[in-house]
């Protein structure tokens, strides 16, 4: 996969522009005259069949940062071969849907959500595609109920922080219990073009921040910021640019000494 070649078709003119950043994104493409598979083996002590399926995709692009294929491993790996629904918001060209259908097996239900109408001719090819803006509460109602529920939500949409928490707050409480939501790319909350910057509470990360802080209240006294979300999130965990949050059942904490 030549990178550097195909940057400019696959980053956002804005993004590549964007002086938001402590670093040029352009920068950091990788060198496509090394090994893709051996960077990301080396690095991250990672050779599972991810990454060969990232490395051999072949026909529809697909285009990740390379410390996020084991941290798909990590979180999605035990929904293999089952009839896992899987939802990814962002299709571009397809390429991710692709991928996904050959991880997760021919019993996954899988579907992708754009805004962008010309996804519409992927539909069909690897996953089931739907048109529409992801901070539509209603168009999300549908693809939910046309899915039968959801155990794996992968947000990879618009990047906008303002997008990222609306179809958050919408689609978490509509998970399956024991289900995983991850946000990736969430770079974007330290840009003000994506509605973020740093240290600002309206990004992501002030979002996430205040999901954990409700994670506590047991501890604290202070006003709870998104209530309806306290009693289902189990667990939050934080990555380079990737949030990831389990949908779980919360109990109040107890404590024992034994023996």
């Not at 950091?28 to 080396?42: L, N, Q, T």
């Not at 509605?195 to 600002?200: A, E, K, S």
Request: hydrophobic share 35%.
């Amino acid at each position: 996969m030549k990178f550097k070649s195909a940057l400019s078709r696959l980053l956002p003119n804005s993004v590549l522009r964007w002086r938001d950043a402590s670093k040029d994104i352009g920068g950091m493409v990788f060198d496509a005259d090394s090994s893709i598979h051996e960077d990301i083996k080396s690095k991250y002590n990672f050779d599972e069949a991810l990454l060969e399926l990232f490395v051999g995709n072949e026909e529809r692009p697909v285009h990740k940062w390379h410390h996020y294929i084991p941290l798909y491993a990590q979180y999605f790996s035990r929904f293999r071969a089952s009839p896992v629904r899987f939802l990814e918001i962002g299709v571009f060209r397809g390429g991710s849907l692709q991928m996904w259908r050959k991880y997760f097996g021919e019993n996954a239900i899988i579907y992708g959500i754009d805004s962008d109408s010309e996804c519409a001719k992927l539909n069909g090819l690897s996953a089931q595609v739907r048109i529409g803006s992801q901070d539509d509460p209603e168009f999300l109602r549908q693809v939910v109920d046309e899915m039968g529920g959801i155990d794996v939500i992968l947000d990879d949409g618009s990047h906008q922080a303002k997008h990222q928490i609306k179809s958050f707050k919408y689609l978490f409480p509509r998970m399956n219990r024991g289900g995983v939501y991850m946000v990736e790319d969430l770079h974007t909350s330290f840009w003000r073009g994506y509605g973020g910057g740093y240290g600002r509470q309206s990004n992501f990360f002030g979002f996430s921040s205040d999901l954990i802080n409700d994670m506590h209240h047991w501890w604290h006294f202070n006003r709870l910021k998104h209530p309806t979300l306290k009693d289902m999130c189990s667990g939050v965990h934080i990555h380079d640019s990737i949030a990831v949050f389990d949908k779980g059942a919360v109990y109040e904490p107890t404590h024992s000494m034994v023996p």
